[in-house]
């Protein structure tokens, strides 16, 4: 069953490495429930979850969500310590805190630029970490971490860039800059207004319309000589 999971798990990052280009270290927000959890099956995240994924980890979370663990009191009083441990990303309510699960969905906000996983026992948090493309999600089932297979935004992303119909807009201004430099744009507009002239006439054709006159030209020439022939011999 062991071998099983970890192929899976292999075979899911393989999707988002080649897809989403997410590379080492991987960068892993936690939010409290995931910590619990983690608490509650004995699992040793910092340890355990480098080999899962087949690669260096960073585990971080944010201060909401160490904010949300504070107020909930002693009874997660065990997942806030583990938290503490992490690393704090910053986010964007420094002066007022929101909700743990509000904030990690801020932090993968226009397509997670920095490829964050999410890890969290939150349903309906997981639900909509799964509507936004390129989002690993992780979450504990059975004293066991697993990685969710790609939610079908991420596939169907997939399928168009692989289809042409949707270059993401980086791509795009890269490409509008390599041909600038290359000077591509304007031999392509050169070559437009090219096509737009129109043609004259075939040199070759008035070629040969010269030769027959000339060829016409010397016939008369050489009877005239024939002529001044004969009338020198008589």
């Given at each position: 069953?062991k071998?099983?999971?970890q192929?899976?798990?292999?075979?899911?990052m393989?999707?988002?490495?080649?897809n989403f280009?997410?590379r080492e270290?991987?960068?892993?927000?936690?939010?409290?429930?995931?910590?619990?959890?983690?608490l509650?099956?004995?699992?040793?995240?910092r340890?355990q979850?480098?080999?899962?994924?087949?690669?260096?980890t960073?585990?971080?979370?944010?201060?909401?969500v160490?904010?949300?663990?504070?107020?909930?009191?002693?009874?997660?009083?065990g997942?806030?310590?583990?938290?503490?441990?992490?690393?704090?990303?910053?986010c964007?309510?420094?002066k007022?805190?929101?909700?743990?699960?509000?904030?990690?969905?801020?932090?993968i906000?226009?397509?997670?630029?920095?490829h964050?996983f999410?890890?969290?026992?939150?349903?309906?948090l997981a639900n909509?970490?799964?509507k936004k493309?390129g989002v690993?999600?992780?979450?504990?089932i059975?004293?066991?971490?697993?990685?969710?297979?790609?939610?079908?935004?991420s596939?169907?992303?997939?399928?168009?860039?692989?289809?042409?119909?949707l270059?993401?807009?980086?791509?795009?201004?890269?490409?509008?800059?390599?041909?600038e430099?290359?000077g591509?744009a304007k031999?392509?507009?050169?070559?437009?207004?090219?096509?737009?002239?129109?043609?004259?006439p075939?040199?070759?054709?008035?070629?040969?319309?010269?030769?027959?006159?000339?060829?016409?030209?010397?016939?008369?020439?050489?009877?005239?000589?024939?002529r001044?022939?004969r009338k020198r011999n008589?």
């Amino acid at each position: 069953m062991k071998l099983k999971r970890q192929k899976h798990a292999k075979k899911n990052m393989g999707f988002y490495k080649h897809n989403f280009h997410i590379r080492e270290p991987f960068q892993v927000l936690l939010d409290g429930t995931f910590c619990q959890a983690a608490l509650r099956n004995k699992i040793q995240i910092r340890e355990q979850l480098p080999g899962y994924l087949g690669g260096a980890t960073q585990l971080c979370t944010t201060r909401c969500v160490l904010k949300e663990l504070e107020s909930l009191g002693k009874a997660l009083y065990g997942a806030k310590l583990i938290a503490q441990r992490f690393e704090v990303r910053n986010c964007s309510h420094h002066k007022d805190p929101v909700s743990g699960s509000v904030c990690l969905l801020s932090m993968i906000e226009e397509g997670n630029p920095h490829h964050f996983f999410i890890a969290t026992q939150d349903q309906d948090l997981a639900n909509k970490v799964k509507k936004k493309a390129g989002v690993p999600l992780l979450f504990i089932i059975q004293n066991t971490m697993v990685l969710d297979k790609p939610s079908p935004k991420s596939l169907a992303f997939v399928q168009k860039l692989q289809m042409n119909e949707l270059v993401p807009e980086h791509q795009k201004q890269s490409i509008v800059q390599l041909k600038e430099r290359e000077g591509l744009a304007k031999q392509e507009g050169e070559k437009r207004r090219k096509r737009k002239r129109a043609g004259g006439p075939n040199p070759l054709s008035c070629l040969k319309k010269k030769k027959k006159k000339t060829q016409e030209g010397q016939e008369p020439s050489a009877e005239k000589k024939k002529r001044r022939k004969r009338k020198r011999n008589r």
